[in-house]
Antibody, heavy 117, light 110 residues
């Protein structure tokens, strides 16, 4: 059974930093693109970042470029999102998701990040 | 990286059909057959319902179908059931290894 479990969310001050983790199991993690998608309270979904299976290529939505870094450790079946210089508009539930056929076919339960001003 | 455009709401009676549109541009929906649709119930994670415009993952009822014409994709839910009441989001590959979502449509079963 495919499982994705996020952790690391919490309350952080504006301009602070936070590192999210996503533990994957039930599938060959090193064979899949992985993504982070966020959802601000009461709002829609927003793609945040994606990473190639071997970790050599990483892509971001413009609003987080230079502030967020996606990474993975295939030996630990884990995905990460390092976030710095956090802003109020980064407040959201952050989901990690597996990508297959250009779609996010499995999602974690999400972890809430709240940026206080 | 502009969001795709969806109607904020749609509704139908049990047994009826509802169709949700998702409008983009030639740089996303119109340029690739990589449109997907997600269902999200309150407080839950999104669930993939359609990928590559028309394909259904295993376990998704065939009441759900997808299509695309030009820069607009559509999701049709036939034979509406109470459990179909949820938010629905479209998404498309937008080139240069980026993806974009729609703003979401709240489907109400009357």
């Amino acid at each position: 059974e495919v499982q994705l479990v996020e952790s690391g969310g919490g309350l952080v001050q504006r301009e602070g930093s936070l590192r999210l983790s996503c533990a994957a199991s039930g599938f060959p993690f090193s064979s899949y693109w992985m993504t982070w998608v966020r959802q601000a309270p009461g709002k829609g979904l927003e793609w945040v970042a994606a990473i190639k299976p071997d970790g050599t290529e990483k892509y971001y939505v413009d609003s987080v470029k230079g502030r967020f870094t996606i990474s993975r450790d295939n030996a630990k079946n884990s995905l990460y999102l390092q976030m710095i210089s956090l802003r109020a508009e980064d407040t959201a539930v952050y989901y990690c998701a597996r990508m297959s056929f250009w779609a996010n076919d499995y999602w974690g339960q999400g972890t809430l990040v709240t940026v206080s001003s | 990286q502009s969001a795709l455009t969806q109607p904020p709401s749609a509704s139908g009676s049990p047994g009826q059909s509802v169709t949700i549109s998702c409008t983009g541009t030639s740089s996303d929906i119109g340029g690739y057959d990589h449109v997907s649709w997600y269902q999200q119930h309150p407080g839950k994670a999104p669930k993939l319902m359609i990928y590559e415009v028309t394909k259904r993952p295993s376990g998704v009822p065939d009441r759900f179908s997808g299509s695309k014409s030009g820069n607009t994709a559509s999701l049709t839910v036939s034979g509406l059931q109470a459990e179909d009441e949820a938010d629905y989001y479209c998404s498309s590959y937008a080139g240069s290894n980026s993806w974009v979502f729609g703003g979401g449509t709240k489907v109400t079963v009357l």
